[in-house]
């Protein structure tokens, strides 16, 4: 099949070690602009992207997002957060009556309407041959970041991308291979896997290491007293 935009989605890859090029002005209003225009919630825009382009705030998102240094290292770094605090204002600006406290609902349409953006930019920035790495780590420390990016209330850093252009071992580096269709499109309803399915979806070995590592960490700790906060922070009046 040729078709470029399959080519951009299907050869992706994480990218974590860049090279010492800049990312050109206009490369970055386009990317930026892609991620604007990507589907929103009632076109209500519930979201609100921060560049990150002060060295010292980008070191401290290293050390706060679970110590990792390449953050500092990349050449654009954004952090989308999901924003109510805009639409707030403005329904008191309206003068609508007995406005609600947020609700979890609403958490999580903002962080839907922020992480599409956030994949409008990654793609985007593929287009122009920059690899990009999530950071699902910007949930982390909420208070540290919240005072470094001045985040008001209703506001809360729900993904962080990371962009630069890669290093030829970067470029050669093996895709990381993908779980069946089958396992993971059903149609129509759920299927749960057979056992046998589900001993092939990763070595027993491997999970615990990955459940080590992902769900009774440190960090893991810290992402899910953090997410209280955030919520706390999020339903206040």
């Not at 470029?171 to 056992?195: C, D, F, G």
């Amino acid at each position: 099949m040729n078709n470029p935009t399959m080519d951009v989605l299907m050869n992706r890859k994480s990218v974590r070690v860049f090279t010492e090029q800049e990312i050109a002005p206009e490369i970055k209003e386009a990317i930026l602009g892609a991620a604007m225009r990507a589907p929103t919630a009632g076109n209500m825009m519930l979201y609100t992207i921060i560049d990150v382009t002060d060295q010292e705030i980008k070191d401290k998102l290293a050390v706060n997002c679970d110590h990792q240094p390449f953050i500092a290292t990349s050449k654009m770094c954004l952090v989308f957060c999901a924003d109510y605090h805009r639409w707030i204002r403005k329904f008191k600006q309206a003068e609508c009556e007995n406005i609600p406290e947020l609700e979890l609902s609403d958490l999580i349409l903002a962080t839907n309407d922020a992480v599409i953006a956030a994949h409008a930019a990654c793609v985007a920035a593929e287009s122009f041959g920059i690899g990009s790495c999530y950071i699902g780590d910007i949930i982390e420390n909420f208070e540290k970041n919240k005072e470094m990016l001045n985040l008001p209330d209703h506001v809360a850093p729900v993904s962080m991308l990371v962009f630069g252009y890669p290093t030829e071992q970067q470029k050669e580096r093996a895709q990381v291979s993908r779980y069946p269709k089958e396992w993971i499109v059903h149609e129509n309803s759920y299927r749960e896997l057979t056992e046998d399915e589900l001993m092939q979806y990763r070595p027993n070995d491997t999970t615990k290491a990955l459940y080590n590592r992902k769900y009774v960490s440190e960090f893991a700790r810290e992402m899910v007293r953090s997410t209280k906060v955030i919520f706390e922070n999020w339903n206040k009046n």
